[in-house]
Every structure is written in C-alpha cells, then in structure tokens.
C-alpha cells in the first residue's frame, strides 16, 4: 500500500507532466494561429506567403529530428530548462513578424518552430518514461482537451488584440512553466511496465513502427488534402460549424485517450479511420444537404481528437523502446506535415470536382486501415485482461449484494 506521502508525490508527478504537456501544446497551437495571422497580411498564393507557410512547419520537423539523432546522451532537467528559454526568447522575437522585412520574418519562424522542435522528443520522451501504460492515454486525452479548450478562447481573446500583446501573452504563457522544472526530479525513475517490456519491439524502424507510420502519413496527407477542399466547397457550412470541430474533438481526446488505456490503441485508432472515411464518403453522396456537412465536422472532430491523443502523445514510445526519442520525432512528422501538403496542394484543389475529390478522401482512409490489420497491440495484453478481470468482479459483486 503506497503511503499518503507516496500517494501525493504520485498525483504532484502526473500533475506536473499533463501541466507540462498542456504548455507545451498550448504553445505551439497559439504560435500557429499568430503564424497563421501574418501570413494572411501577405498576398494569397504569392511566394512570400507559401514560403512563410512552409517555414515554421518544416523547421519544426527538421530540428526534431536532428536533435533527436544528435543529442543522445544529455541531462534532460538541464535541456528542458534551455529549450524552454529558448522558446520565450522566440516568443517575444514574434512581435517583429509584422513591421520586419520578409527575412527576418522567415528567421524568426524558423527559429520558433526550432524552438519548439529541438525539444518536443526529450518531453515525450520523459512522458514514457514515467508513465505506466494503462495512464498514458488518459493523461495525453486530459492534456488534448485542455489545450483545444485554451485554443478557443484564445482564438476568440487574440483577435481583438495587436501582434505585439499577442506576443507578449505568448512569452508569459511559455515562460510560467519555467517554475515546473523545480518539481522534477535530477533523476528520472522508469516506469515499471517500460523496463519489463525492453524487449518487445527490437531496434529503430521496426517492422510495426512502419506499419503504424504509413497508417499516420496516409491520414496527415488526406487530411492535408481535405482540409483544402472542405474549405473551397464548404463555403457558408464552414463558418456555420467552425466551432464544433474543435469543441467535438477536445472530448473526443478525453474520452479517446480512455478507452485507449481500456481496450488498446489500436482498436480507437482504426475506429477513427473508418468513421472519418464514412463522413468523408457521405459528403460525396449529399454536398448540398446541410446535415451531411455537420456531420462530417462532429466526426472529423471525433476523428482528430483519436488520432492526435494516439499518434502524437501515446503511440510511438511504445513501439522503439531504445530509441524513443527518435521514434517521436520521426514519427510525429507527419503531423506537422499536414499544414505542409495543405499548402503545397491548394493551387489544385480547383481541379478536382467536388463529389471526386470527397470520394478520394474516403477512399484513401479505408486504404491507410489495411496495415493496421497487420500490426499488434501496443497496449500490454495483460492490461487489457486486468481491466476486464476487475470490471467482470464488480459485476459479480453487484449481483451478489442483489440477492444477498
């Protein structure tokens, strides 16, 4: 039995990670919406605009993935300290993005999405390594519905403000969580089901790290793709529903990071696929029936939450246990990548008649569901068993005090 101080420093340690993940997601969710707000001051498929659209997101990419190869070995307390410096100093450079020459505001993207970037492994890292199996989904499913909740109301706050008390507000928001890295630990203790599982999965790029990989970039690159037709088809539809996505996929990422922890990762994951290629398939069948557009954005909503709690928090610490750090940072790659394909695929979207376009949608998800046919559960088979174990004897009890 753990003792009431076990007990507390056990809840102070889940608290700090999810207070630490919300700053960190939260952040990067504001600095996209003040990235988002400049390019919109540029000309609408001008050169200028598609190479500052492009710029954060792949810098986000590239220095993840390079620090992930490079710092190895590294005191991850002392890191965190310096990665979150770095992004209050990037915080503050952003009020310059709308007075600054074009290149300057290409540097000071670049260097706010390597802020964000050469750091986001070690965190997730950390996060597998002190959270046992059957919390990871829970706390990652807490950690997405507070950071689309903060979204919305800053989304809604930021655009009656300036650029420079957007800016502001974004450093003291990064800069607070300064005060958490007192409450970790100089040594980080593994979790137990991490150390008993080392052997699991062998080597980087395994054959299940690829599986799951090519059923995440099939979906970040339809959802690039969708994103740009549901907005030139979507017309007055899109501004009618634009809140219930978001609102719709924060509680779906707590309820989706549940019942990942309750019967594994990857029957949640394949659900998500098969409903968004259903809304998808639907809006091909009936674009000019209002109902089929809300009922694509409560599933898309559904949908991403799912998969963001999934694949960007849970899943890929669990596959590559010696090189976590760098199954995080290639594998959350394509997340970043949707803004990319998003961006690039625009120009063509005109080309595509619309019952052709949502149909392909539909079809390439149902497609990205065949190699979740051949890869296992990642959540402990044993997990699974305990939990229906212990919901089948409250069942018995409750029959038992029935006729008692």
């Known amino acids: 039995m753990l003792s009431k101080m076990g007990i507390r420093n056990f809840k102070l340690k889940y608290l700090v990670l999810f207070v630490f993940l919300l700053n960190t997601f939260s952040w990067y969710s504001f600095s996209s919406l003040i990235m988002n707000k400049i390019t919109g001051t540029l000309i609408e498929g001008s050169l200028e605009s598609l190479s500052l659209q492009l710029t954060y997101p792949i810098s986000i ?43 300057v505001k290409l540097l000071v993207a670049a260097f ?49 403000l300036d650029l420079t008390v957007n ?11 300064l005060a958490l890295l007192y409450l970790i630990p100089e040594q980080l203790k593994t979790s137990e089901d991490l150390s ?11 054959r299940t790290y690829l599986l799951y990989f090519a059923t995440w970039l099939m979906f970040t690159l339809v959802s690039g793709f969708g994103a740009n037709i549901v907005t030139f088809y ?4 899109r501004n009618r529903f634009k809140l219930i996505e978001p609102a719709v996929a924060a509680f779906s990422g707590l309820i989706s990071g549940i019942f990942c922890d309750w019967i594994g990762r990857k029957r949640v994951i394949t659900f998500g696929f098969v409903s968004l290629g259903l809304a998808y398939a639907i809006l091909g069948l009936a674009p000019e029936v209002w109902f089929s557009w809300l009922f694509f954005y409560v599933i898309d909503g559904v949908a991403l939450g799912i998969l963001w709690v999934a694949f960007v928090v849970v899943l890929w610490g669990e596959i590559s246990y010696y090189n976590i750090s760098k ?63 212990k919901i089948y004897i409250d069942k018995a009890k409750k029959v038992k005090e029935k006729y008692a």
């Open 61 to 103: 990419i590239v220095s993840a993935v390079l620090a992930s190869f490079s710092l190895t070995y590294i005191h991850k307390k002392r890191f965190l300290l310096l990665w979150i410096l770095a992004g209050v100093v990037s915080s503050s450079a952003s009020a310059l993005l709308m007075s600054a020459s074009f290149g």
């Open 112 to 160: 706010m999405g390597s802020s964000l970037g050469v750091g986001m492994p070690t965190l997730l890292t950390y996060f597998t390594e002190i959270t046992p199996a059957e919390n990871r989904g829970k706390i990652g499913g807490a950690t997405f519905f507070a950071t689309a909740m903060s979204a919305i109301f800053f989304i809604m706050v930021s655009q009656s």
């Open 167 to 177: 800016a502001a507000a974004l450093t003291v928001w990064r800069g607070w969580s």
């Open 196 to 206: 008993k599982n080392k052997k699991m999965y062998t080597g980087f790029l395994n």
């Open 234 to 237: 979507g017309g007055d539809y």
């Open 327 to 389: 199954s995080y940072a290639v594998g959350e790659a394509p997340y970043f990548l949707t803004g990319i394909v998003s961006s690039i695929l625009a120009p063509f979207t005109v080309l595509i008649p619309r019952a052709s376009a949502f149909s392909l949608a539909a079809l390439f998800l149902f497609v990205a569901v065949i190699p979740l046919m051949y890869v296992p559960e990642t959540l402990p088979e044993k997990k699974i068993r305990e939990r229906e174990l």
